[in-house]
């Protein structure tokens, strides 16, 4: 079946850097296109940075333009994004997701704590 495990969440001041990873299986990874999103705490899940299959098209919601990048390898099923310049508003769980045949797949999230 279809898993998605993020991991490398942490606590880190305003203006440093984090990478997230998703490591994923029971599909064909290459294949789908790949999304991050975040949930802050109180407010509704939101969608971040999509890659597509090849990771050749990037998109990038507003407020993480120029400051996170998302990529990918297909030969590790490994999904990844570069934070950097991290303000506290970045705060929040954050999840990979794949859609898979009309359904989407969530990992448990992983949370990142922008504090000084």
């Known amino acids: 079946q279809v898993q998605l495990v993020e991991s490398g969440g942490g606590l880190v001041q305003p203006g440093g850097s984090l990478r997230l990873s998703c490591e994923a299986s029971?599909?064909?990874?290459?294949?789908?296109?790949m999304k991050w999103y975040r949930q802050p705490p109180g407010k509704e899940r939101e969608f971040i940075a999509s890659?597509?299959?090849?990771?050749?098209?990037?998109k990038y919601e507003d407020s993480v333009k120029g400051r996170f990048t998302i990529s990918r390898d297909n030969a590790q099923n490994t999904l990844w994004l570069q934070m950097n310049s991290l303000k506290t508003e970045d705060t929040a769980t954050y999840y990979c997701?794949?859609?898979?045949?009309?359904?989407?797949?969530w990992g448990q999230g992983t949370q990142v704590t922008v504090s000084s």
């Open positions: 997701n794949v859609n898979f045949y009309a359904n989407d797949y």
């Open positions: 029971g599909f064909v990874f290459g294949g789908y296109n």
């Open positions: 890659i597509s299959g090849p990771g050749t098209i990037k």
